[in-house]
């Protein structure tokens, strides 16, 4: 299993941003797969989760209605779409996938807001 984020930069308050986890060695929707952030100093916030097999996702609220998760079986890619950044968004971006007691990351991409 490996996950690659990418997509991140530097982006103005108020603008958007779409991160990329390109995935390889297992099915899609045989996982959960997730974004978390880590800030400086602070500890790893889980963001989203979706398991596509059956659609169930859940978004934090620190985000809810900001960003939105979407996948490209093309590709082998799944995407967070960022909008209405914020300063406090700066961080380090992962993406996970999940299955039972597994876990596995990827290197994170890093996301910072100006304001």
């Known amino acids: 299993v490996q996950l690659q984020a990418s997509g991140g930069g530097l982006v103005q308050s108020g603008g958007p941003l779409r991160l990329s986890c390109k995935y390889s060695g297992f099915t899609l929707n045989s996982y959960a797969i997730g974004w978390l952030r880590q800030a400086p100093g602070k500890a790893r916030e889980g963001l989203s989760s979706?398991?596509?097999?059956?659609?169930?996702?859940y978004y934090a609220e620190s985000v809810k209605g900001r960003f939105t998760m979407s996948r490209d079986d093309a590709e082998n890619t799944v995407y967070l779409q960022m909008s209405n950044l914020k300063p406090e968004d700066t961080a380090i971006y992962y993406c996970?996938?999940?299955?039972?007691?597994?876990?596995?990351w990827g290197q994170g991409t890093q996301v910072t807001v100006s304001s």
């Open positions: 979706i398991t596509f097999n059956d659609g169930r996702s």
């Open positions: 996970s996938a999940v299955r039972g007691s597994a876990t596995f």
